[in-house]
């Protein structure tokens, strides 16, 4: 079974500066997908980025950029020039790509960072 | 906004009762996967269903079950109430066509039972 390890149960950081959030996974398959989700106060989760496992270029959305590590299984997110809109739980997820191609998509979570940005 | 939506946002209950929570997904989305977050938790996968059939779960048991309808909408049923089920429900709607596809998330249901 996958489990997902986020070590930062809250953070904070300045408005337009950067912060980092960490998550480690452990898993034995080889081809996955590893997500960052975001969770503010209004509970709506919304996608933030997507990573495949078999693409070695880190991706980038925007302000938001991912250092993924295959082999130290590590998928940290890096928030650029933080707005006061960023204030959000940041969920880690995995999604096994082999059961994906069968229809079956189910996310494995972490426990969650609570980011503040504070102006 | 991800288009998907739940009813209702909160409900009580007591200890053994039934309740029965509804989302709509959005439309084309042939998959709905549903999720229960505890308090200060992630959500954890409870099933999922496509094409109005359930092709994976979670480690949930039977009491929790679903339906999936041809309009895009879909409900988890969750009987014989316990204490340990008050959390956040949500629901996810994708497009499944053997890639993975995003999941758009609801908004969730609150559920608290005393």
């Known amino acids: 079974a996958q489990t997902v390890t986020q070590s930062q149960p809250e953070m904070s950081v300045q408005e337009a500066e950067t912060v980092t959030l960490s998550c480690t996974y452990d898993?034995?398959?080889?081809?996955?997908?590893l997500f960052w989700y975001k969770q503010p106060p209004s509970r709506q989760m919304i996608l933030v980025i997507r990573?495949?496992?078999?693409?070695?270029q880190n991706a980038t959305e925007n302000r938001f950029s991912v250092n993924f590590q295959k082999a130290a299984k590590s998928f940290s997110l890096k928030i650029s020039d933080s707005q006061l809109g960023d204030t959000a739980m940041y969920f880690c997820?995995?999604?096994?790509?082999?059961?994906?191609?069968?229809?079956?998509?189910?996310?494995?979570f972490g426990k969650g960072t609570r980011l503040s940005v504070i102006a | 906004e991800t288009g998907v939506t739940q009813s209702p946002t909160h409900l009580i209950k007591t200890r053994g009762q039934q309740v029965t929570l509804r989302c709509s997904s959005q439309?084309?989305?042939?998959?709905v996967s549903w999720y229960q977050q505890a308090l200060g938790q992630g959500p954890q996968f409870i099933f999922q269903?496509?094409?109005?059939?359930?092709?994976g779960r979670g480690n949930f048991p039977p009491r929790f079950s679903g339906l999936q309808f041809p309009n895009y909408s879909s409900e988890l049923n969750v009987n014989a109430l316990e204490l340990d089920d008050s959390a956040l429900y949500l629901c996810?709607?994708?497009?499944?066509?053997?890639?993975?596809?995003?999941?758009?998330f609801g908004p969730g249901t609150r559920l608290t039972v005393l």
């Open positions: 996810a709607s994708s497009f499944t066509s053997g890639f993975p596809d995003t999941q758009y």
């Open positions: 898993t034995s398959e080889s081809n996955y997908y």
């Open positions: 990573q495949e496992a078999y693409k070695q």
């Open positions: 997820a995995f999604m096994n790509q082999f059961l994906a191609y069968s229809g079956n998509t189910p996310l494995v």
């Open positions: 439309s084309g989305h042939n998959t």
């Open positions: 269903y496509y094409r109005e059939e359930e092709n």
